[in-house]
């Protein structure tokens, strides 16, 4: 028997797993005044820049509109979560940084993530996992082959 899957439930399955790991993040942090949203961009630039780093560099990496994370850094400024460090050399260049108080909380925040994340996972074997990333490359990939050819079929029609 083969089974058919369309493309529609393969992309709502991808978004129903983004979706419950912050939902149970969200719960997690319940009472904190912290959206899930919020818990796993903190966790990411714990992850990936504890140093700080750029809004556009983050936009880049995770394919947000700069408006959204704009916005998203905003609240997690007035929150007292991260800060932005003024650049010398560029002042509109505003470099994002993690504040006293979410290295406070550093410890507690990855492992809550990597726990969640480890229970969300662990019904699939080191294989398996293996095999999800790949695909997801590949579907990455594919969307921005997809998305430059758009821009270059843009230019085309520019005058």
Same mark, same amino acid.
């Given at each position: 028997?083969?089974?058919?899957?369309?493309?529609?439930?393969?992309?709502?399955?991808?978004?129903? %797993?983004?979706?419950?790991?912050?939902?149970?993040?969200?719960?997690?942090?319940?009472? $904190?005044?912290?959206?899930?949203?919020?818990?796993?961009?903190?966790?990411?630039?714990?992850?990936?820049?504890?140093?700080?780093?750029?809004?556009? &560099?983050?936009?880049?990496?995770?394919?947000?509109? *700069?408006?959204?994370?704009?916005?998203?850094?905003? *609240?997690? *400024?007035?929150?007292?979560?991260?800060?932005?460090?003024?650049?010398? $050399?560029?002042?509109?260049?505003?470099?994002?940084?993690?504040?006293? *108080?979410?290295?406070?909380?550093?410890? #507690?925040?990855? &492992?809550?993530?990597?726990?969640?994340?480890?229970? %969300?996972?662990?019904?699939?074997?080191?294989?398996?996992?293996?095999?999800?990333?790949?695909? &997801?490359?590949?579907?990455?990939?594919?969307?921005?082959?997809?998305?430059?050819? $758009?821009?270059?079929? #843009?230019?085309?029609?520019?005058?």
């Amino acid at each position: 028997m083969t089974e058919r899957v369309r493309a529609e439930d393969l992309f709502f399955a991808i978004k129903r %797993i983004g979706l419950d790991w912050t939902a149970r993040m969200e719960m997690r942090f319940h009472g $904190e005044n912290i959206t899930g949203i919020q818990v796993y961009f903190l966790v990411y630039i714990l992850r990936h820049h504890p140093q700080g780093t750029y809004i556009t &560099e983050v936009c880049r990496e995770i394919g947000v509109a *700069k408006s959204t994370l704009s916005e998203l850094v905003r *609240k997690l *400024k007035d929150k007292g979560y991260l800060a932005f460090e003024k650049n010398p $050399e560029d002042i509109r260049r505003k470099r994002i940084i993690p504040t006293q *108080k979410l290295l406070i909380r550093k410890s #507690q925040l990855l &492992e809550t993530a990597d726990r969640t994340e480890a229970e %969300i996972f662990s019904v699939l074997d080191h294989q398996e996992q293996i095999q999800m990333y790949r695909m &997801e490359k590949k579907i990455l990939t594919q969307l921005t082959r997809m998305e430059d050819s $758009e821009k270059k079929k #843009q230019e085309v029609y520019l005058p």
